[in-house]
Structure formats: C-alpha cells, structure tokens
C-alpha cells in the first residue's frame, strides 16, 4: 500500500496535512509521530527515509505538517512552540481514534523539543528518540538574528529562514522564552534515545549532554558524526532510521515480524519519489534500489542484483542439499556471479534487431574433503538449480489491476 494522505484539525480547527505511511504488508504493530524541524515540512528527505526504515520494521508513521507550514492550513505567524505541541496531540488524537494510539514519538531539531513536550500528556507514548534537538526551545531564536531587536520592536518581522522568508511575531518570542523543558525531562517516564551530531552547527552538541543528564533512564545516546543538522546526506538520514528501529524494539516489543497476509507472498511498494522500494517476503522484510548514477538513493539491490542472488542462493543450496544425500564432504560453498548484457557480441543479426542474450558469469569455490570426481559432478550439478533451469525456460507472467 503507498502511503496515504491524510488530514486533521488543529487546535483551532485549521486542517494539518499528513502523510500515514505503512509497512509493506499492512499490518503495523505500532504507529510513531514524527516531528519536522523548525520551518520544515514532512516532505523533507530525511523525514521520508527515517519513516521508509521504521516501516521495514512493521512500524506505521504519521508525519504531518505543523499549521502555516507546507499544506497544512493557517497563518505560521500565529504559530508558537506551544501551538506545536497542541499540533503534536491533536495528530496523535486522530491515530488513536482512527487506527493506533501512537507509542512512538520522534522529534527532529525543535520537533524534538516539543516531542519531550507532548510525550507527558500522551499516556500511549512508550518511547521517544530526538534528533539534534536543542535542551531549551528558546535556542531557535539565534535563527532569528538581529531580527529579534525588530520583532521586539514592531511585534512582527520578516526573517529570512533557509531560504524562505517567515513572518515571526512577538508572542512566538515570549512563548519559546517561557517554555523550559527542564521538569518536563526529568519526568517524561519514557524511554528516551538522544541523537545528535558533533559537527551540528545549527544546535550545538551541548544541548544533546544537557538533555542526557536531565533525562531518567531508561536514556540511550547516539552520536551522528558526520551528519549535518538536516540530515541532508541520505545515508545520514537513513542510518538514523534504522537505528531508532532497532532501539525502539525493546520498549515496543515488536515480534519477529509476522508472515505476510495478503493474496501473494511477495509484496513490492514503490512511492513517487526515487526508487528506494519495500520487499516483503513473507515475514521478511529488504530493500530494493537502483545506483545514485542512474537517480536512485543505492540502499539496496537493483532488480537484476536479486535475481544473480537468488540464482547464486539456489545454487548454493542445491549443491548442500546434494552432498548431504550423498554423504560428501562439502564444508562451504561460495558463489561468485555476474550480470551483465552483451550487445557487441548478441546482436549479430543488427539488420532484424536480434534479442539481446542476458549473461550470468558464475564462479564456484567449493570446500572439503572432496574428490576430483565429486567436484566435476557437483559442478553438473549447479546447472540443475532450479533457479537456473528457470531462467532457461520459457516463463509467462501474467499481470492484472488489484
């Protein structure tokens, strides 16, 4: 299923755009809230791929966008730190009345302090994970500059925010000023994961140690060197997913993930951005892509990868399973393979366009006690795999809508 669009009202009863993202197979076993950076929105790229890697572990996530900002309604200017917390409950309001309460909350940068916020007024919220957030919300206000003497002034300015102009207003100043998350930390009585980079320069890593200590345990840090605040490098973002994914199993106790329920074995999801795609196989969850040469994001395979593999796999087993009926000494297989398409040498017939032949280099290096006899026939016997055999057959796929 691609992800879904959705909407909710706010506070004031101003809709708030979101996109509910879940797993490959459909059934979730939890649902987390995510929370965009100051002047973001849920189509930020790092946003996507942390959701994408919590989704492979059977975790739904809501992201949405906070009132005034992307396609979410209302006037930003009339936003403040507290009107982000009031957005926060009210989307985990609508998870809990149309599918899950969330129990998972992850806050990037000031959606991280406004996580810690939400999190004690949401009973259902077991764990939650920041990234490069700062201690105190009133640090966002460096962002503003010397605004700030002109917002003070006039009760309104024009700042200019990563590129895009924002109006901020007085009251968004006095709000952040008298929001201090100290007593909020101390009591949040969740399980609390702290990410952060060294080299952030938009939020200081001091804010991460002042968070840390104020926190309770269970409390877990994780340092993102390398990373930029934004999380603008893919890997970074990507890393970060897989990380809370992983942490985040011990609070949640999500099960080994159950076999698909659907009218296949094999579910394949593909959004409209990139060709990072979701495999579900069963119970078993990977990724598929394609190179950064040819547009893709390179977190998996590309199709033609899975194939070679599931030729080497099947070849691998075959040759086990026979020299176990055989009794042989075979103590390891590997299996070396290729793909590729020879034009040059193929299309000898250019005049008529003759097919393009798919080749499959394959190498095996066979261990044990083994004679000379028994390694020539199990190399026979690679040829008859039955992945190989169906390559060298004719297959029909047939293709219908669902």
Known sequence: MASI???????EGEMLAAKLELPANQHP?????????????KNLS??????????LSAVAVLRFDFTGLGESEGDFADTNFSSNVEDLIAAATFLEENYMAPSLLIGHSLGGAAVLCAATELPGVK???????????????HLLGSSIEEIEKNGVAEVNIGGRPFQVKKQFLEDIRSNALDDKIKHLGKALLIMHSPQDRTVNIDNAAHLYQAAMHPKSFISLDGADHLL????????????IASWVKRYLGLPAQEKLRAEK??????????????IMVRQHSLQADEPVSVGGNDFGPTPYDLVTAGLGACTAMTLQMYARRKKWDLQEVKVHLEHYKDYASDMTDVENKASKIDHFDRVLVIEGDLTE???VRLLEIANKCPVHRTLHQEVEVKTRLG
Do not use: M
């Open 29 to 41: 076993h939890s649902y987390a809230l995510f929370a965009h950076c100051f002047t973001c929105s």
């Open 127 to 141: 764990a939650v994970a920041t990234i490069g957030a700062p201690y105190d919300p009133e640090h966002v206000s």
């Open 5 to 11: 669009k959705v909407q909710f009202p706010n506070a």
């Open 265 to 278: 074995e094999v579910t394949v999801r593909l959004g409209n951005e990139g060709f990072t795609t979701e």
């Open 46 to 55: 790092a946003v996507r791929n942390i959701s994408q890697a919590l989704n």
């Open 373 to 375: 006899e028994q390694r």
């Open 232 to 243: 603008s490098n893919k890997y970074d973002a990507q890393y970060v997913g897989e990380t």
